[in-house]
Structure formats: C-alpha cells, structure tokens
C-alpha cells in the first residue's frame, strides 16, 4: 500500500488494472488498419493532447468530484447525443496512460510519478465505465465485443419508429453514412472522435439493432466551430436492424466501432430510423432529413478544409490537440473543457521536440506501447 495526498492507493490492484488495459489497447493498436493522413500531423496533435491530459486531468477530477460522482456523470450519458458517451469514456482513460507513455519515454517522470493521480483517474473511469455499461464490464472487449447501453425506454422507441429498407433508401443511407464519417472526421481532426456505434440490442431470433450515434455535429468546443454553423442538427442517430446470420463477425471495438465480416454491413441492412436529440428526447426524423444534412455538409466542407489547409503547421497541431483533450474533459463538464483549452507550459515545451519530427511523434506506438517483447502497451507501476 502507498498513501499520497490523502488516497490510500493499493498499488497491486491498480498494476493489475494498468496491465489489463494495456493488453487489450495493444491488441486495438495491432488490429488499426486506419491510414494516417499525410497533409494532417496526426501524432503530433495525439502527443501534444495525451501529455497535457495526463498532466491536467487529475486536478480536473478533483474539482469534478467537490459537485458530483462519476456515477451521476455516466447516467447522464444513457442516452443518444450525449457528449459522455461509450467513445468519450474510452479515450478518457487510454489517453490519459498513453500521455503517461510518452512522458515517461521523454524522461519527464518515471512509472512511479503520480502513483496517486494515476489511481484518481481509473478508479474515476472504473466508476463511470461500470455504471454507463450496466453490464459489469469496463469496456466492449471485455463483454464480447458488445455494448447495450441504452436504456430499453430508448431502444423501444427506436423499434416504434423502423421502418423496412428498399433500393432507393438503401442508396440514401450509404451515402449518408460515407458523408458523416468523412465530414466528422475532417471536423475532428483527422481522428475519429464524433461517431459511437452501440449493440447489438436483441429485437427477436432473426433481427438485431445496432445504434450509430453522430455527436456534436457542429463541434461546439471547437475554434473552427462558426464555420459549421449552417448544420440544420447538432446531433443524430441511425438506427439500423441486421440478421446476425447474415454475418461471419459481427463484433463492436473498444473505440465504439462496428466491425463486420464481411466488411460491407449495408447490404445487409434489413430497417432503419433515423432520429435526433437535439431537444433533449429522442424525436423520429423522417429520411428526407438524412438529404438535407447530406446538402449541408457538402456546403460547409470546403471551409472547413480551407480553414485547415490555410493553417500554419504549429497551428495545425494546436488544432488537431483540440478534439482529444475536449473530448475527455467534456465527460467532466463544459467548465472543464474550457480551463483545458489552455495547455499545459509543461506539455508545450516538449512540442519542439517532435513537432518536424514524425516517428519521434509516433514513438509512443513504435517504442513503448508496441515495443518487441512486451504484452502490455502500459508499463506499470515500478
């Protein structure tokens, strides 16, 4: 046992927790088959963001925790729209501890520093994951690559409102869904931070409901954020139903990603619903909605790639920080987002470092967390 700032921490069990989620991110990391953009520096803007959240976040949960408890904050997140969602509350903690990596790569602390911080933050995350899941489990992989965390009061609704696919919708939805995730990437900086599938919910023997959640659409935290504002809905779902048959694999990442065999699930796709939370309750949109969104994108786009192509590169890597950090603090509160906003001087000064520099950037992946000979991407407490 150690004791620090008044937590009495027992080092063994949270080693146990460091090792388990530093197994099951290096498997996620070896399975990734994203490409890295070129023209966006992507590690750059994750090193800058994961080193300022492991340097900042615990204090922000002790403020947190003066008005609230992470199981209040996870209730607040069963429902569709929710900035806690099951994507938000995974990158909370993995990026705190590959923050952590990267820092203790530079030589800034050693695997002991924080011990008491360390353990603030995941017996947080433990808390809020258990009561956002409901189903005893910390994270997809763990429950069979599944995640229901939808109340049943939502998912009947979303039921009521299917309705059976033909040709022409089935056409609407692809193109719906090629254009949000294109555009939400691009809003979130190259990272996929603004999409959160969830399922599958048992409808009967041959049907199953899979819930993609679209949130944040007009990137509130954002400095980019008046560029978008033409968006007729802050947030939307698609709500589709498959025969679980249909499929060799049929599994949810701990990222909150669907991931099928085979890979291309719309074919399958027996009904959908398309829904909002913009007015706080789940409303039924009808398909039509889906046209107009896909219009507007194609409107604000081009801004938005013109704001960042005219973006200096140290600018370009503030920028991309952005959707990392307000992500994870807005699990805590839009208070938080904001005092975030601004970086840690310890966090920044290790910038020149990497900033032209790509491997050096990506060492985190290359040398610590997929280092040859090791099991677990997260070292331990020494």
Not at 26 to 40: H, I, K, N, S, Y
Not at 69 to 79: D, P, V
Not at 314 to 337: C, K, M, N, Y
Request: include cysteine; charge should be negative; glycine fraction near 4%.
């Amino acid at each position: 046992m150690q004791e620090d700032r008044g937590r009495v921490v027992d080092t063994e069990r949270l080693n146990q927790l460091i090792w388990s989620m530093g197994l099951k991110f290096r498997a996620a990391l070896v399975q990734e088959t994203a490409p890295v953009p070129d023209w966006f520096p992507v590690q750059q803007a994750l090193t800058l963001a994961a080193t300022h959240i492991f340097l900042t976040l615990p204090d922000a949960i002790r403020r947190t925790l003066q008005h609230t408890t992470a199981e209040q904050l996870a209730q607040r997140g069963k429902r569709l729209g929710a900035t806690v969602s099951p994507l938000t509350i995974w990158a909370f903690a993995y990026s705190f501890l590959v923050g952590r990596e990267i820092l203790i790569d530079f030589g800034v602390i050693t695997p002991r520093t924080g011990t008491a911080d360390i353990d603030l933050v995941l017996d947080f995350w433990r808390r809020l994951s258990f009561t956002h899941r409901g189903d005893g489990h910390l994270d997809n992989s763990e429950a069979a690559a599944t995640n229901v965390f939808l109340p049943a009061t939502i998912t009947h609704g979303i039921y009521d409102a299917l309705l059976p696919i033909d040709p022409s919708i089935r056409r609407r939805v692809e193109q719906f869904l090629t254009t949000t995730d294109e555009y939400l990437l691009l809003l979130n900086g190259e990272t996929r931070l603004g999409i959160a599938d969830s399922g599958p919910y048992p409808l009967n023997v041959e049907r199953v409901l899979v819930v993609r959640d679209l949130f944040d659409l007009k990137g509130m935290f954002y400095p980019w954020r008046d560029l978008v504002t033409d968006l007729p809905l802050h947030t939307c779902s698609l709500a589709f139903t498959f025969d679980p048959e249909d499929f060799h694999t049929f599994e949810f990442s701990d990222q909150s990603a669907l991931r099928t065999n085979p890979t291309t699930y719309t074919a399958a796709i027996r009904e959908i619903a398309f829904l909002s939370n913009d007015s706080g309750s789940p409303q039924v949109l009808p398909f039509t909605e889906m046209d107009w969104l896909i219009r507007a994108i194609a409107k604000v786009r081009p801004r938005l790639e013109d704001w960042f192509n005219r973006q200096p590169r140290r600018q370009r890597i503030l920028a991309g920080a952005v959707p990392w950090i307000a992500r994870a603090f807005a699990v805590l509160s839009t208070d938080e987002v904001t005092r975030a906003s601004e970086l840690s001087p310890q966090a920044l000064a290790l910038l020149p470092h990497y900033e032209e520099d790509d491997p050096h950037a990506a060492r985190w992946m290359t040398h610590r967390c997929l280092a040859p000979g090791t099991l677990s991407a997260f070292v331990s407490l020494s």
